[in-house]
């Protein structure tokens, strides 16, 4: 097999050989069809995010075709499965037991403490492996297997308001605001600040409203999901949001929140950070999906090109999702 490594953070990813892999009890051996980048991996490779399994195959929006499989297995080889980023739980923490497995106290994380999908092939635990039986185009399904994912889970904790603040329109934004306009709300986009392009793309999608992250919107939130790892826009969002109403941070790591007044805070409005997803929020969001007709805006790389596909997304010179394909 073929894939591309991380041996140091903040070094290129190197294209290398690897013996091919082997499935282990409840483990599958899947050939990646397609592999989405995500910004996390950025974090990853760029040692935001400090403790990756080195050396390191990253990438976490997997989908791809089983070859093989391990004992105590129940998908049968040629089924089309997803992969996301929680890759495997303990299963006996207290968070576990409650149905939280997403704040898992001894979790697995694809592309991070274990080989991700930067690579031709990847081994993952069965029970965290998604059936896409019903996906038909593996690249356009990839996005969706963590911007659709984590995407769905900020947009569930941000409630039911109509109108929706969208901050840093980016892959999970674009798949997001798709399902928003398809549940009858109202999308208020912010990008950054002169990005003429992700403001026609979020109005291509229904959006009300587009405009930079420094801009007031025309109207009072009811609530803000924020996929930008920017901290500064967690004040910005409050500011926008009515009374009573939420800012979701949807992204693993952000740079430091500043000091804001109480009284943008006051009013009973929330902030809320999204950690990771649960294997009920795949099910729903991959059942949803197909419902509310999300079209995935895609640029595809070679896998050897993984390292121009990351500093693209890291300037921001795509739409929607970068999608690596061996």
Not at 14 to 33: H, N, Q, S, T
Not at 45 to 62: A, C, N, R, S
Not at 284 to 291: D, K, T, V
Request: hydrophobic share 40%; aromatic share 6%.
């Amino acid at each position: 097999m073929k894939a591309m490594v991380l041996h140091r953070p903040g070094e290129a990813l190197k294209l290398e050989e690897r013996p091919d892999p082997v499935a282990g009890p409840g483990e599958i051996v899947v050939r990646v069809e397609a592999c989405a980048v995500c910004r996390t991996d950025l974090h990853v490779v760029d040692g935001d995010l400090t403790e990756p399994k080195l050396p390191l195959v990253p990438g976490h929006e997997i989908v791809g075709i089983v070859e093989s499989c391990g004992e105590e297995t129940s998908l049968a080889p040629g089924r089309r499965v997803g992969i996301p980023w929680l890759g495997h739980t303990c299963g006996c923490c207290s968070y576990c037991e409650s149905g939280r497995e997403n704040l898992c106290d001894h979790p697995g994380f694809t592309g991070y403490t274990r080989d991700g999908g930067f690579a031709t092939h990847v081994v993952a635990d069965e029970a965290f492996a998604f059936p896409l039986d019903g996906f038909a185009d593996p690249i356009a399904a990839a996005p969706l297997m963590c911007a659709g994912l984590i995407g769905w889970r900020s947009l569930k904790m941000a409630g039911e308001g109509r109108r929706v603040g969208i901050y840093g329109f980016g892959a999970a934004a674009h798949i997001i605001a798709q399902v928003c306009g398809y549940q009858g709300r109202e999308v208020y986009a912010f990008t950054r600040p002169g990005d003429a392009a992700a403001q026609a793309m979020a109005r291509s999608l229904g959006a009300t409203w587009a405009g930079s992250s420094d801009e007031t919107p025309p109207a009072m939130l009811d609530a803000a999901m924020i996929f930008a790892p920017v901290g500064d826009l967690v004040p910005a969002a409050l500011r926008a949001v009515a009374k009573g109403g939420r800012v979701v941070c949807g992204g693993i790591h952000m740079s430091d929140i500043p000091q804001f007044p109480y009284s943008i805070l006051w009013g009973e409005r929330q902030i809320l950070s999204v950690a990771n997803l649960t294997r009920a929020d795949a099910i729903e969001f991959l059942e949803l999906a197909p419902r509310a007709g999300v079209v995935t805006t895609t640029t595809v790389y070679p896998l050897d090109r993984a390292n121009e596909a990351l500093d693209d997304l890291r300037h921001g010179r795509f739409q929607g999702a970068a999608v690596l394909v061996p």
